[in-house]
């Protein structure tokens, strides 16, 4: 009797479930650790404003897939010439932005000439460096001329920081992001949320597209478990706590996708300023460093050792983690060469990310094994932002890169926040750029690799892995992160 | 000699154990405080680690006893010069009277009416988080209490027949303040000032998980309560140890105040 009762109630719930066809979730809540700055990807260097906007709100002319390949986007197709100095993308056409106002050849000039002006604001400007001229022939058709050839071109074309505005919106896309992709920009409340909604005139749309996608800021690595076991979020692609995931893949309601990222970890040294202007101090610093005290200590293990800047997921990657031994003993000793007393104070500046703080309390440790006093003090990210990496006050701090191809950051000369300085590396970094054959190509990275590794510049710590966890429903996010921003128009909710 | 009141007993054991452990920890620990050692995390308890070990491969008992020190000494100095500004001020408003009085007054029930823990937190941040901060913080908070208790006792004493009597032989206000009010009015600054001991260690606490305390390697409870937060599932003893001893320790102070406040004033006792 019991039974038939269950049965009876089970059917009566399920009946108008089953009564509506084709009725289907398309809503997502998603969360993120780090709220952005801006909304706009071309006049801020915040890795949140792409892995949220980039090729949902804005597209670029190019595109990248997850196994990291130049796929089109706003472009549909391109030619190279002979000498690889001349690129024509023949541009996708009846496409509007949010706003729409329609997009042709004039947008792109608008948007590339902006980036590339005096005043620009650009953070990766040196994606246009090598342009020497970029015209329109027609409204579909956009000729870009550079004055040497650029392997990674066409890649960094796919970045948020070649993203095509126009010139109707660009004022406002700061607080109001208006774009061509999948995905129209609904509402930013700071501190909590920043809502997209499925652009319904996109030229690509597909069955089954989320209609409105929720990101929540959360920082907390606790609150964010809580609301993924309450439902109140149905997935995060970078999850803050890797201590958790045992507990997230013994749960059938949970898919914990682990992947690899871009994001090099890396504990940077201040070269621009003693004592880590002393290459003596820097390798006296790596070889304090255990890396896998840290690894365990601080991500539990998930997470690859790196000894140089470049992802090991990479074909052309060079393991240099043997290059500094751990071993306090040598590092004293360096120390002494570089004058540099016992006790000396260094001030630990970290943004407020798990990997960091966590990282943080055992760097400590190790460097006071040495005999460094290093204070830890943790900052906000504004003013991280603000007096770390603009104001280049720092000794050490912790960040993790998490652009593709990266190693150009050391390129980036003394008012960067390295304080790097080396025209050796600028010269081998230009003939990477400039060397189109794959192979030769490689052989240069794994010397820029061993270079950056030789001099020291930082301590090298670990490959950032990327640790999702989302509902078993949930299908088409990406595993791996080959770039910084995550394209959400595949995700969908299966039964 | 009569009969000690009970809350004193237990307050004061309370107190007593922890003091005890801080004091020792000045001399000796089972293990430095400092020392990380990840290949030793998790450790359950141990002839070597007798509380076993954190997420880092910490000594929990030695983290839980430097704590202690650290805890204590910021709530003692913190409402000691708190108390010392605080009960001056109260003093000079009930002797000098009239606008003194009322500006001093003012002056409290305007820091009164900022949330205590919101203002530590407020000039935490943007004074850097650091030890000294952190005492200055929450003594600062501390000050407006003992103005309101010292003044409104003072005033009181001031009305008795002795100090009329002083008065009438022309002695000062500071001689009366210093021979008759400051000693009527000791019992109660004390018993206040065990009762702010525990809002003191409570602030600090809570200043310290939210990393405006305590800065590491130093250990306190309440930033080991937050980096355990995440471990709640794996090693619940983690948040539960420092947890414990915060309870503790408010707990003892809050009854070593009763229990005092009980002997300083018999009728008290009687009424209940």
New interface residues.
Partial sequence: MRRTALALTTALVALPLMALPGWARTEITLSTQQEPTVLDPTADATASIDSMLTQNVYESLTSVNEAGEVIPALATDWTVSEDGLTYTFTLASGVTFHDGTSFDAEDVLFSFNRAMAEDSTNPSKRIFEPITEITAPDAQTVVITIDHTDAFFLFNLAQGDASIVAPESVDGNATSPVGTGPFRFDSWTRGDRLTLVRNDDYRDLQDGMMERITFRFIADPTAVTNALMAGEIDGTAGFPSPELLPMFESDPRFTVAVGTTQGEVILALNNGRAPFDDIDARRAVNHGLNRQEIIDGAMYGYATPIGSFFPPSDANYVDLTGLYPFDPEVARSLLADAGIAEGTSIRLRIPPFAYATRSAVIIQAEMAAIGLDVEVEQLEWAAWMDQVYNGRDYEMTIIAHTSPNDLSNFTRGPNYFYGYDNPAFNTLWDQIVATADPVARGALLQDAQRFVADEAVHGFLFQLPSLGVYRTELSGYWVSSPVIFSPLADLRWTE | MRNLPVSLWIGGALVGVIALAALVSLVWTPQDF???A??E?FQPPSARYWLGTD???RDVLTQLMVGARNSLTIALVAVGLGGALGTALGLLAGAKGGWTEEIVLRLADFSFAFPALLFAIMLAAAF??SFANAVVAIAFINIPVFVRVSCASARQVWQRDYVLAARASARGGLAITRDHVLPNIAAIVIVQATIDFAGAILIEAALSYL?LGV???EPSWGRMLSEA??????APQLTVLPGLCIVATVLGFNLLGDGLRDLADPRREKAR
């Fill in positions: 400092a020392t990380v990840v290949s995390r997420q880092l491969g850097g988080p990393g800065q590491p390697p937060q995440t471990l709640l599932f794996l």
